[in-house]
């Protein structure tokens, strides 16, 4: 099982970049995003879950990140919109086998596998 990231790179603040995270040697239930600062813990950006067909986000990209699943491709895409500076981060694609409940959906150990990251750096 292998999720691989990609689509990261140098922006500039209000430019778009969209993210692709592509699953191999299974299909998932529950996909999702994380992120991580340097110097800053990992938090949690979006989850996509199959049971309920819907999107949650956290608040801070609520409004600009637009997470979305082909499932011909066994792909989620991570389409974000007016970057900031503050976004710049390494950008890590997940996935969860099995349901997810909501309470567990921004924790990290809540998912099975994990992407390589990609970094997006957003330029002031």
């Given at each position: 099982?292998?999720?691989?990231?990609?689509?990261?790179?140098?922006?500039?603040?209000?430019?778009?970049?969209?993210?692709s995270?592509?699953?191999?040697?299974?299909?998932?239930?529950?996909?999702?995003?994380?992120?991580?600062?340097?110097?800053?813990?990992?938090?949690?950006?979006?989850?996509?879950?199959?049971?309920?067909?819907?999107?949650?986000?956290?608040?801070?990209?609520?409004?600009?990140?637009?997470?979305?699943?082909?499932?011909?491709?066994?792909t989620?895409?991570?389409?974000?919109?007016?970057?900031?500076?503050?976004?710049?981060?390494?950008?890590?694609?997940?996935?969860?086998?099995?349901?997810?409940?909501?309470?567990?959906?921004?924790?990290?150990?809540?998912?099975?596998?994990?992407g390589?990251?990609?970094?997006?750096?957003?330029?002031?």
């Open positions: 099982v292998q999720l691989q990231a990609s689509g990261g790179g140098l922006v500039q603040t209000g430019d778009s970049l969209t993210l995270c592509t699953a191999s040697g299974r299909t998932f239930s529950t996909t999702g995003w994380f992120r991580q600062a340097p110097g800053k813990e990992r938090e949690w950006i979006a989850t996509k879950r199959q049971s309920d067909s819907n999107t949650y986000y956290t608040d801070f990209v609520k409004g600009r990140f637009t997470m979305s699943k082909d499932n011909a491709k066994n989620v895409y991570l389409q974000m919109n007016s970057l900031k500076p503050e976004d710049t981060a390494v950008y890590y694609c997940v996935a969860k086998r099995n349901r997810i409940i909501l309470s567990d959906i921004n924790r990290a150990g809540a998912y099975d596998a994990w390589q990251g990609t970094l997006v750096t957003v330029s002031s």
